[in-house]
């Protein structure tokens, strides 16, 4: 496993529920499978030399995300890559086909188009008198052009305007809220992916001091969340270890489209912020944070 993680004590932390699908499926950590793993400190540069070191060691499989697993894929065409939440694995080059990947990689992807477009709705819906929206992305990220592209569409459909930021540094995140600070956007987007996970922190107490509502991972101190859910994603990865592991070829397992997606709403930081939510999202919500 390679992962952005600041440790690997956080990228363990987010190992359970795959952990849990393969017990499962008959498997025990420590006695059937064990974890290589290789963490990036936050820096995804750090990835193809970190990629190098994990091939040489010649493990079954890979376990990644597309930003991680672009970087396996260009040191391996031979071991299998079981890919967590693309958002389009075709266009990162990553598959020839989502039914037939014809390559070492196969996995989940994450229906990044309809995702963008339904955190966008979900911005207006909770603050249907915004006007304008920003959003901070990482310029490296594998992912950032189909997100901007996806956010763009559902934002013009929506007639508002969007203001893109590029974060990669803490001083960037500090500008880019000072930028908010006089421009006062509507609300803010946040591409969790490349180094922006790294800055949560800092995106996070930038969000509590302008009380700006964001629709994001929760750990960017969002009011709101609509994403796939990374614990149904990573047992689910489990399956598709297993299929490999009994001899099926990555090249013929179809990419599955991830299901299970989260609609959690902070019901703190709603109150902090002073916004009402909507009637019509509560009814909707599957998690609610006090």
């Known amino acids: 496993m390679l992962s952005i993680s600041r440790s690997e004590t956080e990228a363990v932390e987010t190992l359970k529920p795959f952990i849990d699908g393969m017990r499962d499926r008959g498997y025990r950590l420590g006695e059937d499978f064990i974890f290589e793993i290789r963490v990036s400190g936050g820096d995804p540069q750090r990835f193809p030399a970190l990629a190098e070191e994990l091939v040489a060691l010649k493990p079954d499989i890979f376990i990644a995300f597309e930003t991680n697993g672009r970087a396996l894929a260009a040191k391996t065409t031979d071991i299998p890559i079981v ?156 399956e598709f270890v297993d299929r490999i592991l009994k001899g099926a070829r990555p090249a013929d397992l179809p990419v599955r489209q991830a299901t299970k997606i989260e609609l959690v709403v902070n019901l703190k930081v709603a109150r902090e912020f002073g916004i009402k939510v909507p009637q019509s999202i509560l009814l909707r919500v599957d998690r609610e944070i006090e």
């Not at 950032?144 to 930021?165: D, G, M, N, P």
């Not at 000072?178 to 946040?190: D, Y």
């Open 83 to 238: 890919l967590l939440n693309s958002i389009d694995p075709v266009a990162a080059g990553l598959v020839k086909s989502l039914a037939r990947p014809g390559t070492n990689v196969t996995g989940m992807s994450g229906q990044g188009d309809a995702l963008t477009a339904k955190q966008v709705e979900l911005l207006v819906e909770a603050v249907p008198t915004a006007t304008s929206i920003a959003m901070l992305i990482d310029p490296l990220w594998s992912n950032r052009e189909s997100y901007v592209r996806y956010a763009q569409s559902a934002a013009e459909a929506k007639h508002l305007s969007l203001t893109i930021i590029h974060v990669q540094e803490v001083d960037d995140v500090k500008r880019a809220f000072m930028q908010f600070e006089k421009q006062r956007p509507g609300g803010l987007l946040v591409g969790s992916g490349g180094r922006t996970w790294t800055l949560r922190e800092t995106i996070r107490e930038g969000v509590v001091r302008l009380r700006l509502p964001v629709i994001g991972h929760p750990a960017f101190g969002s009011l709101a969340s609509y994403r796939i859910s990374d614990s149904a994603t990573w047992y689910e990865a489990a």
